[in-house]
């Protein structure tokens, strides 16, 4: 279905990201990877998902939290393939905080990297895809894009800024073969959320597994996680024709969580 389509997905060394990665290659898409990690771990990596798909898998490593990083991995990108066909801005950190204790510093990398990253990867990818005729923009947005939580004022901020950019790529490109929408999971076991699992389970004294289940609870009413692979699948999703005039959407993926 993506066959010789170039796709690049941050933060795909592990987690979500990787998990997109791997879905889009199984439809034929060649990958651009990026993230943090070993370089013989992310070696093995790359040739893995290479050889599995028999697709070409690159790794450009990028510190996409400055301006100038970001639009650099894009120009590598397009110098590289020759093209680009999919965006998917996935890269993130989180920080938790009441907001007169939140440190400047780190609401600034918060934002760096979880909403400007994504302005100028994409204004960067833009002018490729508009020559093309073609493109698609999935932004890796959260249940915390369209409602908010306590101690999370720098994510909150950023995440909805991410669904306010989405729909304004949509509209400046629509019916020009280009879309871009945004998934927005709820809680995925992920090293972020984990850490957040064992904050809980130690303030509370319990188990890690107990409080995985009571931080579920709390926002998500299916009692389970998504998994990496379920938004792998809603990303090939909106690649797909079936979702061609699908465009400054949010798709939710958080079992239940924003329909209370």
Not at 11 to 18: D, P
Not at 147 to 166: D, M, N, P, R, W
Request: proline fraction near 3%; charge should be negative; glycine fraction near 8%.
């Amino acid at each position: 279905m993506l066959t010789d389509k170039t796709a690049v997905v941050t933060g795909s060394t592990s987690g979500i990201g990787l998990a997109i990665a791997q879905q889009l290659a199984s439809q034929g898409a060649n990958i651009i990877l990026n993230g943090f990690g070993e370089a013989q771990d992310i070696e093995k990596l790359r040739v893995n998902l290479e050889l599995q798909n028999d697709v070409k898998v690159h790794y450009i490593a990028a510190d996409l939290s400055q301006p100038e990083s970001a639009r650099q991995f894009i120009r590598q990108v397009i110098q590289l393939m020759g093209r680009l066909d999919i965006l998917v801005n996935n890269a993130g950190i989180q920080h938790t905080d009441r907001i007169e204790a939140f440190p400047t510093e780190r609401w600034d990398q918060i934002i760096a990297l979880n909403l400007s990253a994504v302005f100028h990867t994409t204004a960067e990818a833009l002018p490729q895809m508009q020559k093309q005729e073609w493109g698609r923009i999935i932004n890796i947005a959260s249940a915390h894009g369209l409602v908010a939580s306590e101690q999370k004022a720098a994510y909150v901020a950023a995440k909805h800024g991410v669904v306010g950019l989405t729909k304004v790529t949509a509209l400046e490109n629509a019916g020009q073969g280009i879309t871009c929408n945004a998934i927005c999971p709820g809680w995925v076991r992920t090293p972020l959320v984990e850490a957040q699992i064992k904050a809980l389970a130690e303030h509370h004294q319990v188990d890690i597994e107990t409080a995985a289940r009571q931080l579920l609870a709390e926002k998500q009413p299916s009692l389970q996680f998504v998994t990496p692979q379920q938004i792998g699948g809603a990303a090939v999703f909106l690649c797909s024709d079936a979702a061609q005039q699908m465009t400054g959407a949010t798709l939710s993926l958080d079992g239940g969580w924003t329909a209370r």
